[in-house]
């Protein structure tokens, strides 16, 4: 599928959106307690293809899909083996795309579909697992200057900067490598803006509203488009993440430049900030804790600022706790361990674990060398991303490394290098990302750039 086109305005006047299909796969166990040896161990077992390109696995081996100047490149993680090359051209971004199987390539036109070739099919109580080679797909999302990726309870929401535009899709659905139109929802914001979209679990949809120049209004709308929850003070509103739900629903926190505000409970509720100027851009929930984790800026005239604090907000007191781990990092330096550990790559070459609870440093691991963030957000510099496996996986651009790292243990596990330097990386494992039941998760970045 491609071309696809926004059809309905989603502002107060808005017209009814078209019924999202109920189409998806059995939801499939991963490999989150396998370690990626044991993967490895597995694949060498395998069986012989089936006729559909596919091997027959007894468990999956996660696959690091990275980005770098001329392509993407997909590597098995327990071999550091890159298992296929595919040339592309320009600036490339990644997200996962929901189904623990698909990557969605953002280029300058819109979003490509990327399979992994990790395929998880469920067979009543158990599970089936293959194997293929990593493709690009030919399916695409129009999407001038595509911007957020969101994943959220079973659904993925794509937002079109360049027109306002937002797409959504049963996350499973992608199981095929196949968007089908009849199974995507199609909506467009007031103006364009570099904006966001969060389907919640009831059906009701999370999105900003702003302009090219100014943004502060973030809305709630019912599926018949009535607006039922409104913000308008999150000035500068970016980024998003999904914390731990209440009886009453989804917990979403979004950045502002006066301080976060926390949509709970069907409401908004600002958190309070001792500083005038307070900007969270980038934001890391967990399916189990009511803590996010976010980037914390207070210099309203830097141009790049390199702040050393980041914040520990509670989505249920509307507070927020900061903790200053005495070196810089930058927006690709946040995640989320498989128990809720905040994680932040500093420039000192650490991956700091911290309890999300109390602000204590559990682990600091040696990962990479010092390094300092790129004047230009483009250029190749460390990151760090969890896949469902529960590792920690962390690209360093000096040496053109992937490390592996246990994040329980405090241990670098594994280091392979590439045959490229490394700018961007998803992680897959066969597992859904966010499934569409009661402790689904979302730990989408807001990209702070």
Known sequence: MSN????????????????????????????GDLPATAAASAADDATDTDGAGRTEVA?????????????????????????ATTEMEGFLRLNNAGDGR?????????????????IAEGHGDHNHYFVSDPVLTDETVDAPEPGHVVVHHGKTALFSDG???????DSEALSDSEIKDDEVQEYSTDTAHHGVAVPLSGGDLLLTQGTADARNTVQVLAPEGEVIAETTDCPGVHGETAAQPTADGDVVVLGC???????????????AVEE????????????????????????PDASLERPTRIGLIDTLADSVTTVDLGSAYWFRSLARGADGEALVLTYDGQLNVLDEETGEVLHQIDVVEPWEEPTEWQLPAPLVKVG??????????????????????GTVRDSFDLPETPTELAIVTGEPESP??????????????
């Not at 698909?102 to 990790?118: N, Y």
């Not at 027109?163 to 899709?169: E, H, K, L, Q």
């Not at 301080?259 to 069907?266: A, E, F, I, L």
């Not at 689904?440 to 990209?447: A, C, F, K, P």
Request: net charge negative.
């Open 102 to 118: 698909h990557v969605m390539v953002s280029s300058s036109d819109g979003f490509s579909l990327f399979d992994t070739g990790l």
């Open 276 to 299: 005038d100027y307070q900007r969270s851009g980038n934001l890391f929930g967990h399916h189990a804790s009511s803590i996010v984790l976010a980037d914390y800026k207070t210099d």
């Open 59 to 83: 468990a999956l081996s996660p696959r690091a899909v990275l980005t770098y100047d001329g392509g993407v490149m997909t590597v098995d993680t327990a071999s550091g083996e890159v298992l």
């Open 436 to 449: 569409g039941h009661d402790d689904d998760h979302d730990d989408d970045d807001g990209d702070d750039h």
């Open 388 to 409: 469902a496996d529960g590792f920690a996986y962390l690209t360093d651009a000096a040496t053109a490394q992937l490390h592996v790292v246990d994040i329980a243990a």
């Open 163 to 169: 027109t306002g535009a937002i797409t959504v899709m």
């Open 4 to 31: 696809i086109k926004p059809t309905f305005a989603l502002s107060a006047a808005v017209a009814a959106a078209l019924l999202l299909s109920a189409c998806s796969t059995a939801d499939p166990a991963g490999s």
């Open 257 to 271: 430049e006066n301080g976060p505000v926390v949509y709970r409970d069907g409401g908004f509720h600002k958190v």
